[in-house]
């Protein structure tokens, strides 16, 4: 399926279309939207393939096994600190957003500045969650007129909406020279490997295009890092207090396991299923980067894309057609583990992008989200709040950059069976 959307822009809603984007052999470039953060750039607001490539390499370092293994702690740590913050709002319902947001903020400052923000015990809304929040706002309906966005930040003087977007910027370039100026960490952090590309580059690049790399990094990591995960957190609670017969499933997964152990919780069909589905109705990125077919074109199915169109392949629509899935719009996380035959076309399901585009923090996301939900469950029984209406959630989703889900209230008892 094709849909034109102007004179050299096509939306197509085929899973083919995912693997020629962004697989390892793609001939595609990014669109100009990634210039948006310009003029800093990043391994992610790049056009340039070989930065791109050649970025990438730190994420990767930042990101491994052996950086994982020195995150998980604290994130545990930091899954502990959202389950006795819910415990003092007693019987009154808990803002999920807020309270995902605090969490998530938290883990971003600990895994890529080596420090503990402390909003889930300080139950505070750091000024930096408003300014992203505001700047994704504005950036978000400018996806099809970048260039509006990009000559507004270069041109306009920072007031109204986009002071937001200045503030965003200016937040992210701040702390990260603050960690620059620090020097060594006592702590494994992201920091630590951006900084030591900024080194390594000394005699290559200008001191101010380093500079600028670097900013540009920090943005896409505190973006990329605070933001994504929320979005399929508030998701899941909606998921498990519609739907109760999930949480108790989880709770008999998780009760007798160390839920701060994530192997232990790796190895948990529903707890995974769980996850992947809401991955899947709640994508984090709801339509994805767009790309420029290359000088040779592309051949989806039987219909050839000349060279120099701009294609994207919405996530969202791809993860709730009929041709890929049963039951397209029904939350079964058994699909994932008990019941294959509920997905007709795995390749459909791409939340962390694909190939040489593939998300290196896909390992992070899924391991804080492991931790905050199996800590939650083993304390607290969930169910929607008094009065709330469900449908609130899909009402006022939106798709700023990545998913804004609306509101969701729960209401968290302590479980009398806990173990």
């Known amino acids: ?16 279309a995912i693997e020629l984007l962004d697989g390892f052999s793609n001939e595609t470039t990014r669109d100009v939207w990634y210039d948006i953060v310009r003029p800093r750039t990043s391994a992610v607001f790049t056009r340039d393939r070989l930065e791109h490539k050649e970025g990438r390499k730190f994420w990767a370092q ?9 995150y998980n702690p604290r994130m545990a740590s930091l899954a502990k600190d959202v389950s006795r913050c819910i415990g003092t709002y007693g019987k009154e319902p808990v803002d999920i957003d807020q309270v995902m947001s605090w969490f998530s903020w938290d883990v971003m400052g600990e895994v890529l500045f080596g420090e503990d923000f402390n909003l889930t015990k300080s139950k505070v809304t750091h000024p930096g969650i408003k300014h992203r929040d505001r700047a994704l706002a504005l950036a978000g309906p400018l996806g099809d007129a970048i260039w509006i966005a990009l000559l507004g930040f270069q041109l306009l003087p920072p007031v109204g909406i986009v002071k937001d977007w200045h503030n965003m910027i200016q937040f992210c370039e701040d702390h990260m020279k603050s960690r620059l ?21 000394a005699d290559t690049k200008t001191k101010r295009a380093r500079d600028l790399h670097l900013a540009g990094t920090a943005v896409t990591a505190v973006v990329a890092g605070s933001d994504t995960t929320r979005a399929v957190l508030i998701g899941i609670w909606w998921f498990l207090s519609q739907d109760p017969e999930h949480a108790k499933k989880l709770q008999s997964e998780i009760d007798g396991v160390d839920v701060t152990d994530p192997n232990a919780l790796a190895a948990l069909p529903h707890l995974n299923g769980v996850i992947q589905e809401a991955l899947r109705l709640v994508p984090p990125v709801m339509t994805g980067g767009n790309r420029i ?8 199915g039987d219909v050839h894309i000349p060279p120099g169109v701009k294609v994207t392949c919405p996530k969202y629509v791809l993860h709730r057609m009929e041709s890929m899935w049963v039951q397209p719009n029904d939350f079964i996380p058994e699909r994932w583990y008990s019941r294959p035959e509920l997905i007709l076309d795995k390749r459909a399901f791409s939340p962390f992008s694909y190939g040489a585009r593939y998300c290196l923090g896909k390992n992070m996301a899924v391991n804080a989200m492991r931790l905050v939900v199996a800590t939650i469950l083993r304390d607290y029984d969930v169910s929607f709040a008094p009065g709330y209406d469900k449908d609130t959630m899909w ?10 889900p609306g509101a969701v209230f729960c209401v968290f008892r302590p479980r009398t069976s806990a173990e």
């Open 62 to 70: 930042g990101l491994s096994n052996k950086a994982m293994n020195e």
């Open 293 to 300: 077919t290359g000088p040779n074109g592309m051949l989806i």
């Open 1 to 16: 399926m094709f849909s034109n959307q102007g004179p050299n822009e096509i939306t197509v809603f085929n899973p083919d």
């Open 395 to 404: 009402r006022d989703m939106r798709d700023q950059v990545t998913c804004q």
């Open 181 to 201: 100026s620090r020097g060594g960490n006592n702590k494994t952090d992201m920091a630590t490997y951006f900084i030591e590309e900024y080194k390594r580059t």
